[in-house]
């Protein structure tokens, strides 16, 4: 099993940077794919970007340019950092996880089996 927390959420204005922080426990982060969707109120859920467990990165293409992923396995932290925000980034993001049996990490949710709880991040116009 797989503990998931993320931290680092808040209330910030339009063109602010945020850094969401998550932390697993339970296993070690190194062999999994590690991710991060959002989901905004009356919407599903949503692919935002994942890192492989050699360090590739994806991103959904709204963010792409502004967000960028990291990990540090001796640590078993990932971290979004999200700049230039917009009021459409408002949502609870949520960190997950999967052990990395494939070579390239799913966008979809159905795609990790390890949540985090969610950290709420809302971008005031």
């Known amino acids: 099993q797989v503990q998931l927390v993320e931290s680092g959420g808040g209330l910030v204005h339009a063109g602010d940077s945020l850094r969401l922080s998550c932390i697993a426990s339970g296993r070690t982060a190194s062999n999994l794919h590690m991710g991060w969707f959002r989901q905004a109120p009356g919407k599903e859920r949503e692919f935002v970007s994942a890192?492989?467990?050699?360090?590739?990165?994806y991103f959904v293409d709204s963010v792409k340019g502004r967000f960028t992923i990291s990990r540090e396995n001796a640590k078993n932290m990932v971290y979004l950092q999200m700049n230039s925000l917009k009021p459409e980034d408002t949502a609870v993001y949520y960190c997950a996880a999967v052990p990395a049996f494939t070579s390239r990490p799913s966008i979809s949710t159905n795609g990790y089996t390890y949540w985090g709880q969610g950290t709420q991040v809302t971008v005031a116009s």
């Open positions: 890192i492989t467990k050699s360090g590739d990165t």
